[in-house]
Nanobody, 116 residues
Framework: QVQLVESGGGLVQPGGSLRLSCAAS????????LRWYRQGPGKERELVAF????????SYVDSVKGRFTISRDNAKNTVYLQMNALKPEDTAVYFC?????????WGQGTQVTVSS
C-alpha cells in the first residue's frame, strides 16, 4: 500500500533553515508528481510546492517563492523541501501528498515551528 513518511521538522529561529524529507513506498515513485502542503494553526491546508515526476518542473505558492525549494531523488524514492529564510508565518504541519490512481494519499505530517 502507498505510504508517505515525512521527517525533518522542528523548532527554528526566524531566518533559519530546515530540510524536510518524505520517503515514499507502495507505488512507482518515479512516475508520479509529488506535492508538499502545510496547515497552520487555525488555517486551512494549503499547497506549498509541486514537482513533476522527473523533477524537471516545479511550482510554488507565492508566499514561499525564492525561499523554498522542492526536489526529489527518484533513486531513493524521496522528495525534499528545503526551507530557507523561515518566518513565523511558516509555522505549520507540513505534509507530502501523491495522487495515485485517482486517490490522494498523505503522510502523517511533520511540525515546523518558527519562533525566537
Amino acid at each position: 500500500q502507498v505510504q508517505l513518511v515525512e521527517s525533518g521538522g522542528g523548532l527554528v529561529q526566524p531566518g533559519g533553515s530546515l530540510r524536510l524529507s518524505c520517503a515514499a513506498s507502495g507505488f512507482t515513485f518515479s512516475s508520479y508528481a509529488l506535492r508538499w502542503y502545510r496547515q497552520g494553526p487555525g488555517k486551512e491546508r494549503e499547497l506549498v510546492a509541486f514537482i513533476n515526476s522527473s523533477g524537471g518542473a516545479t511550482s510554488y505558492v507565492d508566499s514561499v517563492k525564492g525561499r523554498f525549494t522542492i526536489s526529489r531523488d527518484n533513486a531513493k524514492n524521496t522528495v525534499y523541501l528545503q526551507m530557507n529564510a523561515l518566518k513565523p508565518e511558516d509555522t505549520a504541519v507540513y505534509f507530502c501528498n501523491v495522487l495515485y490512481r485517482s486517490r490522494a494519499y498523505w503522510g502523517q505530517g511533520t511540525q515546523v515551528t518558527v519562533s525566537s
